[in-house]
């Protein structure tokens, strides 16, 4: 029988909530913190004396020993460090339990063990964690026991952001400020905030932990560095979207009910295209707050995955030839009172509001191209954008029948007098209901695509966070309607003024829209004719944190300062070649240690055998012919393998920096390919007993 339990009853019951915070706090406290909260007014040290004791009693009351003050560093993952509540043990025996409004606010962890691009010398230990008050703190659950942890940012002694929270909370600042100005000239007098909603569908892999632990290019890397295809891939769509299986279920049971405890709103699950690949996606929240949540699932994705049997693969690219994984950020624009600025209406022709909106959002997709496309850059999505799967590194606009029609309207008239409807489809069924069509088709190729009411942007990698790409299009966007604000405000006639500008904006911006095949060749080159840029790599997406115009306007909005961005670049640059170094040994090491023996034994075996059917006057034509190729294959091998060795070495020699991150790219990735290559054609060849790993199809279909 297996476990139930109430959704209802379970959820957020490990989340220091609002309602747990009104059920805690006395009135006047619980109102001061609130006005922290909403207007980013400093927090009174009473207050957080008084928050702090509640919050500790709460979570003690929840099994919890520790608490930890949980951050997000340039390191791509979360950390902490744990303090009990213990404090001093008094003369009886008995320890007190104490947690001050200090410990809340406050922690200092080592600064100089996390990435920080030259910010700070190695001597140089203090940092600062600082307490975002704006996503609630939870206690987690594992085996390390029951963990307060208290979302923050971490910055370092000289005021610089280490971190990810720090800059999205600033981009919220900037696009909050900019937003109410736009809706202020429309005669909104009644929002008072406008944050960022975002909802992150998450993909990822499940793969038996045994066989994984078989596969050392999976263990130190994630990915699969060497693998033939199996006969079936996902060639027959019979995946997606298909029954799932009894381990994978329980599996995604537990996740949720995890999920769900910590206040995750896990909404839904499948399977996704390609073999032993699923998605979980949760319904949308402000956007620190579904930061730190999607941060919940990886980890949670990760540790029930061990917990039974299996393990949770978040590369982008874990198996060559079959789909890689990345999480859709669906982003909208939502008032304190309930008003997307994104949706378009009945009438979106007629939504002026609306349309300026969407003018200055192309506006700023289309002036930051090249800086939204580093957003999602890493090692991992190299493999994965442009692969005839997931959105090209082209970044285009897809709007839709319904929007371009009124786009194109405005663009040659300054007015759009009609707009295209649903209208209905016929099921042709008896039993079944004419059905509401939208307006507009999905279109699955676009990397930026208008979806009813937000944008989803589809470039971002699996195990990315996705406040990097939040921080640009909240950055950028604000940009935009800053410029607009400054030139609508001036207007003697706002009617006429904001008209010409939305048309003035859509015409020069209407080379970033694109509603057709984004997988296309053919758009490869129309994009190379209407000047977009097309980044293909990561080391290639970087320099854009340091155009002169990035660093203006990150600096105009008070988002990162030109050090900051600087010390990104150079650790983006050193992580790229770190990541291939460990790639390319890795390889070396199989290779030399797995790879090279076993096809030397399987060579000799059969070489024995050879001389064994000779000796007994039977036809070795077809032995011969294998043993030719693998011998050839194991020659080139061996070649390749040298190559590999000698490019390596001479990277690995070289000073961090860019021209370090470019030689791994242009010439320890290309001799890695050419190793494999000989490689996956003798796994083909080799008796499967004697290939030192488990293949493709072990992996993808054995779950």
Known sequence: MSEYFNIADIFGENVFSDRVMQERLPKSIYKKLHKTIDE???????????VAEAMKNWAIEKGATHYTHWFQPLTGVTAGKHDSFITAPKEDGHVLMEFSGKELIKGEPDASSFPSGGLRATFEARGYTAWDCTSPAFVREDEAGAILCIPTAFCSYTGESLDLKTPLLRSIDAINEQALRLLRLFGNTTSSKVTPSVGAEQEYFLVDAEKYKQRKDLVYTGRTLFGAMPPKGQEMDDHYFGSIRRRIGGFMKEVNKELWKMGVTSKTQHNEVAPAQHELAPIYDKVNVAVDHNHLVMQTLKRVAGQQGLKCLLHEKPFAG???SGKH????????DGINLLDPGKIPNENIQFLLVLACILR???RHAGLLRESAANVGNDHRLGALEAPPAIISVFLGEQLEDVVAQLIATGNATSCISGGVLRTGASTLPDLKKDATDRNRTSPFAFTGN????RMVGSRDSIASANIVLDTIVAESFSDACDVLEKAEDFEIAVHELIREYLDEHQRIIFNGNGYGEDWVEEAERRGLPNIKSMV?????????STIQMFEKFGVYTESELRSRAEIKYENYSKVINIE???MIDITTKQIIPAVIRYTSSLAKSILTIKEAGASTRVQEKILAECSALLEETDAALTR???????????????????????????AMEELRAPVDKLEMLVDKTCWPMPSYGDLLFEV
């Open 644 to 670: 590999l060795v000698d490019v390596e070495s001479v990277a690995s020699e070289m000073e961090e920096g860019r021209d370090k991150a470019v030689y791994y790219h242009d010439k320890v990735c290309t």
């Open 329 to 336: 950020n669906n982003w909208s624009l939502t008032t304190d």
């Open 454 to 457: 937000k944008f989803e942007f």
């Open 40 to 50: 980013g007014k400093e927090l009174d040290p009473i207050v957080a004396e008084v």
């Open 322 to 324: 079959v789909n890689g």
């Open 584 to 586: 390319a040994r890795t």
């Open 364 to 366: 700023a997709v289309d």
């Open 540 to 548: 290639d997406a970087i320099p854009m944190l340091l155009e002169e």
